[in-house]
């Protein structure tokens, strides 16, 4: 496993279902004692977690992850087969189904949203 080449033996804690807010990722991971967050969540968490990385000592991390394939769903799950730890297929609303291999972590130093007059 990637982080566990980096930062030797560690223990991963994953919270699912809703996540009300990214206050309560910041709680919880004060209460894990985490060291690092690597969040799937609305960019506007993940904006609000680097603020209160930067507060509270911890890390937010990025999984770089590279799109490999736009296929029908047999041939996702053969390309994921081939590199399972690496791999992950997503099935889109649209029925579209992508691949994508994971390519590393990164540290997230900033997000930052810029917009237009629509």
Known sequence: MA??????AIVIY???GVIPSAEFVVEKAK??????IVPVLPLSFIARLVEAGRKNGFVILFARMEAIAQT??????????????ARTMTTYADGTVKV?????FEKIVKVQIVTEPW
Do not use: I, T, W
């Not at 982080?3 to 030797?8: F, S, T």
């Open 3 to 8: 982080l566990e080449e980096k930062l030797g």
């Open 14 to 16: 994953q919270l699912s």
């Open 31 to 36: 209460e894990l004692g985490a060291k690092y």
């Open 72 to 85: 029908s769903p047999n041939e996702a799950q053969r390309l994921v087969a081939e590199k399972p730890e």
């Open 100 to 104: 994508h291999e994971f390519k590393g």
